[in-house]
C-alpha cells in the first residue's frame, strides 16, 4: 500500500534529483523509496570462515596503535613497484 510522504528539501536539491531521476527514466519516488528499503534492510550477520592458517596465527602479535596502515601499505607497495 503506498502513502503519501511530504518532505522538506531545499530547491536545488529537488532540481537535481529530478533531473537525476528524468535521466535513469525513474520516477524520484522510486529512487527515495529504494534508498530507504536499502537504509532500513535488516542485515544478516553470517559467521566468516577463517582459514586455518590464518586462525592459528591470530594473537601472534600486536599492532602498535599509532600504525597508519594505509602509509605502512603504500609505501611497501611502492617500495615494491617502483
Same mark, same amino acid.
Given at each position: #500500500?503506498?502513502? /503519501?510522504?511530504? &518532505?522538506?528539501?531545499?530547491q536545488?536539491?529537488?532540481?537535481?534529483?529530478? +533531473? @537525476?531521476? /528524468?535521466?535513469?527514466n525513474?520516477?524520484l519516488?522510486?529512487?527515495?523509496?529504494? @534508498?530507504? /528499503?536499502i &537504509?532500513?534492510?535488516? +542485515?544478516? +550477520?553470517?559467521?566468516?570462515k577463517?582459514?586455518?592458517?590464518? +586462525?592459528?596465527l591470530k594473537?601472534?602479535f600486536?599492532i602498535p596503535?599509532? #600504525?597508519d @596502515?594505509?602509509k605502512e601499505l603504500r609505501n611497501? &607497495?611502492? /617500495?615494491k @613497484? &617502483?
Amino acid at each position: #500500500m503506498n502513502t /503519501k510522504l511530504t &518532505l522538506t528539501i531545499e530547491q536545488e536539491t529537488i532540481q537535481k534529483a529530478k +533531473k @537525476y531521476a /528524468k535521466d535513469k527514466n525513474r520516477s524520484l519516488s522510486n529512487i527515495i523509496e529504494n @534508498y530507504l /528499503k536499502i &537504509l532500513t534492510k535488516e +542485515k544478516i +550477520k553470517e559467521p566468516k570462515k577463517i582459514n586455518p592458517v590464518v +586462525k592459528s596465527l591470530k594473537g601472534s602479535f600486536k599492532i602498535p596503535k599509532n #600504525m597508519d @596502515y594505509k602509509k605502512e601499505l603504500r609505501n611497501r &607497495l611502492e /617500495k615494491k @613497484y &617502483l
